[in-house]
């Protein structure tokens, strides 16, 4: 009996280790699973996490409602070519790299809540703006700004361009010495054969939407080209660059009242602004003069053409011979409005701003010219598409919305004196050339 129960305890002791074993193997592979199955589910938790941030893009709090589309300008100025990009902007890269760096500090915004915009796209925008005359929420589709953002952008960069480089790029042009008064006349008389001229003056309407204030600026406004304006006067020299500009008075005030308000008239009339420089024709000492139409007044150092009701040859000669000096301004205002046509465009900006975006396009047009950025003939006004001829003094100057002459009664008699010295002096020069060809 003893063996016998021995064998029991010994097979009951080997039973029972088995079955602890097989619960201890059991325990161990239940936690290995549940370890398995709990490193899966974080796995696929931060798969589903990674992939919805990569779905949705990263949400960031910010108060504009359009995502901004910052590969435009990355396209534009890597993907384009050097034709596309003038195409565009209307000036080459080389041009726009040299005004970038001269009004970069003021473009530059230190802004907390988000990217700024950079200064780059600020100068591309403007460009674009003015270069193509598209309207604001057209600009602000393509760059996904906002409308009043890209408003904004406009005229700041109009402001930045014109505190920074007006001095530099149009009154530096202005003589202010002798030396620099006989350089202008002789470029003058050299290249459109008129002495003793050192720059020629006009004005030309810049179209805007009616602005606020009732009647009052309807009628102040309102042009007799029948639409709203405000009136841009300036002066070009024989190169067709702008050494004087003002902008700003309503469409409906003459060129004289015009030019009587501005700094100019004041300087040229209460100061010795010519230093005493003047040519002997014909016995009569004839100043440095400025060149304008029949609605000026009639000054000794402003001339404009004979405005009888029955002229003779000699003095349809003269206004012949002044009004082909007087082309340059037709060419500037040609240049400029056909690079820029937001300046021929009604523009629904304020007349403060437009006024600041008409000065923007003089500096960035003198630019152009220094810098031999030359205008396509395509874009040129002054040039009909059709036959590629320079178009007649009339349609260009209805074109560009130039002023029309009219007759002011005042004058003075030396003035007189200085105009029909300068008409008998062509006259003679006419003869001269018309016996000579006769001998021949």
């Known amino acids: 009996m003893a063996p016998r129960r021995n064998k029991e305890t010994l097979l009951k002791k080997v039973l029972s280790q088995n079955k602890r074993r097989r619960r201890f193997l059991q325990n161990v592979l239940i936690a290995a699973v549940a370890r398995r199955t709990k490193i899966l589910r974080v796995g696929l938790l931060i798969l589903v996490s990674c992939f919805n941030l990569i779905k949705r893009r990263l949400i960031v709090r910010s108060c504009r409602r359009f995502v901004r589309n910052n590969g435009w300008w990355g396209l534009v100025w890597n993907d384009y070519s050097d034709d596309r990009f003038k195409k565009t902007f209307r000036i080459s890269r080389n041009t726009f790299t040299y005004i970038l760096e001269k009004v970069r500090h003021n473009l530059t915004k230190q802004i907390v809540a988000e990217l700024p915009v950079s200064p780059e796209l600020r100068l591309a925008i403007f460009l674009y703006r003015c270069g193509r005359g598209d309207y604001l929420y057209s600009i602000a589709e393509m760059t996904g700004l906002g409308v009043s953002t890209i408003c904004c952008i406009v005229s700041e960069v109009a402001n930045a361009i014109v505190e920074t480089l007006w001095e530099s790029e149009v009154t530096t042009y202005m003589p202010k010495s002798e030396i620099e008064f006989y350089q202008k006349i002789c470029e003058m008389e050299q290249m459109w054969q008129f002495p003793c001229c050192w720059g020629a003056m006009d004005g030309c309407h810049i179209p805007i939407k009616c602005p606020s204030g009732g ?57 010795n602004y010519f230093l005493n420089i003047s040519k002997k024709i014909a016995g009569i000492e004839v100043p440095p003069l400025i060149l304008a139409d029949s609605a000026f007044q009639l000054k000794s150092w402003l001339m404009k053409p004979y405005t009888n009701a029955k002229l003779t040859a000699k003095e349809r000669y003269f206004n012949y011979r002044i009004s082909r000096a007087r082309m340059v301004t037709e060419c500037a205002y040609g240049q400029l409005k056909g690079r820029w046509r937001i300046l021929m465009r009604k523009c629904e900006s304020l007349p403060e701003e437009v006024k600041m975006i008409t000065l923007a396009c003089m500096v960035l047009h003198n630019i152009c010219i220094s810098k031999g950025d030359v205008l396509p003939r395509t874009l040129d006004v002054t040039i009909d598409p059709n036959t590629n001829q320079k178009r007649e003094s009339s349609e260009i100057r209805d074109l560009l919305h130039m002023m029309d002459p009219s007759k002011p009664r005042n004058y003075e008699k030396k003035a007189c004196r200085i105009r029909d010295t300068l008409a008998n002096t062509f006259w003679l020069e006419k003869q001269a050339i018309n016996d000579g060809q006769n001998e021949k």
């Open 215 to 271: 009647l009052k600026s309807c009628k102040e406004y309102h042009n007799f080209k029948n639409f709203y304006s405000i009136v841009l006067m300036a002066m070009v020299d024989a190169k067709y660059r702008f050494l004087w500009g003002s902008c700003g008075f309503p469409g409906n005030s003459h060129d004289s009242v015009i030019l009587q308000s501005t700094n100019l008239w004041q300087q040229i009339e209460e100061k």
